[in-house]
């Protein structure tokens, strides 16, 4: 066994995982992990594979991955880079977008202009054309027609009239319509939900659900951490690795369990892990570690 092999294998058995459960956290074979702490390389697929699997191995132990290939280089082998000519096709494609885009930058602004002075002159024209024509008909039936205009002027109050003593009726019958409105009955309260603490010993706390419809857990990950989620007979719902996504936001993991008596959540990281039952956010009864915590709900339906 080599020094970085000893190193690794005490850290994991520190935080008390085995290599089934490492195997569930990285999704790395067993035998490349047995592999990785006896230093035996030679079962692996290749040299960038080797310092890939360490790599992950470091993460999922909250060790740091830069200071263990610089602390055991001499143990480590050495990996070309493999993904170069990946990288020069890359760069070359961006290139040329950068490229195409620069042209059509060019050509915007001039095109904006074009539109916004096309517009301007429309507006200009139908201004003019439209308030000047009806100006000019007014004034001639206003010196040609007198008495025609009168007689409009007329009609006009008529009309006006007409709509206010329609008006009234329509008024008067919704007087007549409008029945007294029904008291509406007193709106019960329903109680609201409650996450209270039955007990907590050690690494492990009970906790019980009451006046809740559903059962929904949701995990988030402000870091890294192992997790998994049961039911009160052992059956899985998830077990894994929560993580920082590439965008810098945090992983989570939704689990209903409202067909469910009870659940049982193991943390392996509760500093950086947040539980919440039904978008409530569940206060750890012991005080938040980078050690595992045990938690079970227990959850009885409002119904019953």
């Known amino acids: 066994m080599t020094e970085l092999g000893n190193r690794l294998k005490e850290a994991r058995i520190a935080k008390g995982l085995s290599l089934d459960d490492l195997q569930s956290m990285t999704k790395i074979q067993k035998r490349y992990l047995i592999g990785i702490e006896e230093g035996n390389y030679s079962s692996m697929p290749g040299n960038f594979y080797v310092r890939a699997f360490i790599k992950q191995y470091s993460e999922a132990l909250n060790l740091n991955p830069d200071e263990i290939f610089e602390t055991y280089k001499s143990e480590i082998p050495a990996s ?21 885009n620069s042209k059509i930058f060019d050509l915007l602004p001039k095109i904006l202009i074009g539109v916004f002075v096309i517009g301007v002159i429309s507006a200009v024209y139908y201004f003019f054309s439209h308030y000047s024509g009806t100006d000019t008909k007014s004034l001639k039936n206003k010196e040609n027609d007198p008495v025609q205009l009168s007689t409009n002027e007329k009609l006009e109050k008529a009309k006006v009239n007409e709509k206010d003593n329609n008006k009234e009726k329509d008024s008067g019958k919704e007087k007549e319509t409008t029945k007294p409105e029904v008291e509406k009955p ?36 402000k870091g890294q951490t192992w997790v998994s989620i049961k039911n009160g007979k052992g059956k899985s719902f998830f077990q894994g690795t929560l993580k920082t996504l590439e965008s810098g936001g945090p ?52 119904s019953e």
Do not use: H, M
């Open 186 to 221: 007193p709106v019960v309260e329903t109680p609201k939900q409650e996450v209270t603490v039955l007990q907590s010993s050690g690494k492990n706390s009970t906790y019980d659900l009451k006046n809740a419809d559903k059962f929904v857990v949701k995990l988030v990950s």
């Open 80 to 100: 070309l880079n493999e993904e170069l000519p990946q990288q020069i096709s890359r760069v070359k494609t961006q290139k040329l977008v950068t490229d195409g």
């Open 251 to 302: 992983e989570s993991q939704t689990v209903d369990l409202s067909a469910e008596s009870s659940a049982v959540i193991r943390v392996g990281n509760a500093a950086d892990t947040e539980i919440y039952v039904n978008d409530q956010l569940l206060v750890y009864a012991v005080a938040p570690t980078k050690d595992v915590q045990n938690i079970t709900i227990q959850y009885v339906p409002k």
